[in-house]
């Protein structure tokens, strides 16, 4: 077998994998990274390739890896040719300690090798922005996970919470994704909605509710035991999780109190002020809070209803399965048409004019105060959930799928 021809640059890495020989199984093309060297403990490695392939990708350690050699092995597309290049920066707790680049070129359906060795003298470089990401196109970001994430939340672009299965909790700041250590549960994690940078709500599997009080994120008593889909904080301060068999609770203070609800599994849950909030669920249940009670409200239809969002009280989207949208104007609910038949998971925007939303096989739909127009997403993999916020639109779904559209 050819192999790729290796131009080293400098480049400090650590793997994330040990296997004796990473690209011996594998069909179709693998890069093999031997990494060797006397260095500190590292806990990540951010990876960014440019050239022949347009990829980020951030490998976490349970532990930091102290010893060397480390073997890992990279999937690439089989017909990919051409000189791939790459940027790698090593981090410890989130900060970089080392980095560099390098280049491989590669040939069609063959296995490509570096052996690389680390250098403590090499100073930190920030990985350089991903080519041929221009403004107004979605790209994906690097995600520490490959988790399937549920929901996505923050105040800013800088502070954005992101959650779902394995427990998976992330945050993103400035710098990037990272995972949040010490979550202290094991349930899968759906939703998650806030007040503010120090009080944000994370439900999901089993009744499990979080908070984060700015400082640790801590383990709330259950509200019930089943699985909880939608978390809306209100900004009065109450909190209202719904979920499987109808269930509704309110928490005020540290106290939770049962709402009842419709019997349906719940999905969502929104709200413009806390004497305005809806529900939406299966069999195109929506339900409607007026300060006092939850009272059914005509859907007409029985198409299950997933996410649900409103610029005001009197506009108001919610999306479902089999490409359905809804829209309340304060008087009625009124079906648009979205042009897609797959399911919409999501909903959010930044006004009545600009309004996302997101589901399976990448589907990504804008409303610009006159239709639901496609926007290409660059990926097939499912999305769950999306936030909009200073022109920044982001969505992430399975496999740890982030994508970004930056102004």
């Known amino acids: 077998m050819r192999r790729g021809g290796l131009l080293l640059l400098g480049l400090l890495l650590i793997a994330a994998c040990r296997p004796p020989a990473p690209c011996a199984a594998e069909e179709g093309a693998c890069l093999a990274l031997r990494i060797e060297g006397d260095v500190g403990p590292v806990d990540a490695l951010q990876l960014d390739f440019s ?25 690439l597309p089989a017909s990919l040719q051409g000189t791939l290049l790459l940027h790698a920066t090593a981090l410890l707790q989130d900060e970089p300690v080392g980095g560099g680049v390098g280049a491989v070129h590669l040939f069609p359906d063959e296995h490509a090798a570096m052996t690389l060795t680390l250098d403590r003298r090499l100073v930190p470089m920030r990985p350089p922005p991903v080519q041929g990401c221009p403004a107004g196109t979605f790209c994906p970001e690097a995600a520490p996970t490959a988790a399937t994430l549920r929901g996505l939340w923050g105040t800013d672009v800088g502070d954005l919470w992101a ?13 990037g994704w990272r995972v949040l250590s010490g979550v202290p549960t094991r349930a899968a994690l759906r939703a998650v909605d806030g007040q503010g940078p120090s009080s944000v709500f994370l439900s999901g599997h089993g009744g499990t509710v979080l908070r984060w009080d700015g400082a640790d994120l801590a383990l709330l008593p259950r509200p019930s035991m089943n699985a909880l889909h939608g978390v809306w904080a209100s900004p009065s301060g109450a909190v209202f999780v719904v979920g499987d068999r109808g269930e509704l609770q309110r928490r005020d203070g540290t106290t939770w109190s049962s709402l009842g609800g419709s019997g349906s599994v719940l999905l969502g849950v929104w709200g413009s002020a806390a004497n305005d909030a809806w529900i939406v669920g299966e069999g195109g249940t929506i339900l409607r809070y007026d300060g006092a009670a939850w009272t059914p409200s005509i ?11 409103g610029s005001g009280p009197r506009d108001v989207w919610a999306v479902g399965d089999s490409g359905t949208i809804l829209h309340w104007d304060g008087t009625a609910w009124s ?5 897609v038949q797959g399911t919409l998971r999501a909903v959010r925007g930044g006004g009545p004019r600009d309004v996302w939303a997101v589901g399976d096989s990448g589907t990504i739909l804008h409303w610009d105060g006159s239709r ?25 779904g399975a496999d740890g799928t982030i994508l970004h559209r930056r102004p």
């Open 163 to 175: 959650v779902g299965d394995e427990a998976t909790v992330l945050r993103r700041t400035p710098t």
């Open 51 to 75: 050239g022949a392939l347009q990829r980020s990708h951030r490998i976490w350690f349970p532990q930091s890896v102290r010893a060397l050699p480390v073997l890992v092995g990279i999937l």
């Open 299 to 309: 859907s007409g239809t029985t198409t299950t209803l997933r996410g649900l969002w």
């Open 335 to 339: 079906p648009a048409s979205s042009g």
């Open 372 to 396: 639901w127009r496609p926007q290409p997403s660059g990926t097939s993999a499912d999305l769950l959930a999306v936030w909009v916020g200073g022109g920044h639109i982001l969505a992430v």
